[in-house]
């Protein structure tokens, strides 16, 4: 059983990345999917979160109107658009699944208060000014 977060890389302010998360071993639509971020000497922080339950989602403020989370049916993966980048995006970004069946905005305490099943390896985004 394995997630696996790709797509990273260095891109100018105001440029756009798109992450994708795989996983082996399990099916991503069974899965409640988030995606954190952790810059160097920070705390993990919830980025973005899409759920098993009614396909809801939920964005940390500061993404907002600029990160889209989807599931790609035909690629089976969850992949994180991003847009509009701003130096303070820099992270590693990582995907999990939680089996928990939140939805909407509970999804924010989710990734907050309760731990996820899986986790894969990171991907790392720059984004220089």
């Known amino acids: 059983v394995q997630l696996q977060a790709s797509g990273g890389g260095l891109v100018q302010a105001g440029g756009s990345l798109r992450l994708s998360c795989a996983a082996s071993g399990f099916t991503l639509d069974d899965y409640t999917i988030g995606w954190f971020r952790q810059a160097a000497g920070e705390e993990r922080e919830g980025v973005s979160c899409i759920s098993r339950v009614d396909g809801s989602t939920w964005y940390t403020e500061s993404v907002k109107g600029r990160f889209t989370i989807s599931r790609d049916m035909a690629k089976k993966t969850v992949d994180l658009q991003m847009n509009n980048l701003k130096p303070e995006d820099t992270a590693v970004y990582y995907c999990?699944?939680?089996?928990?069946?939140?939805?909407?905005?509970?999804?924010?305490?989710?990734?907050?208060?309760?731990?996820?099943?899986?986790r894969g390896q990171g991907t790392q985004v720059t984004v220089s000014s």
């Open positions: 999990a699944a939680y089996t928990r069946r939140f939805t909407g905005q509970a999804m924010g305490v989710m990734m907050k208060e309760f731990a996820y099943n899986y």
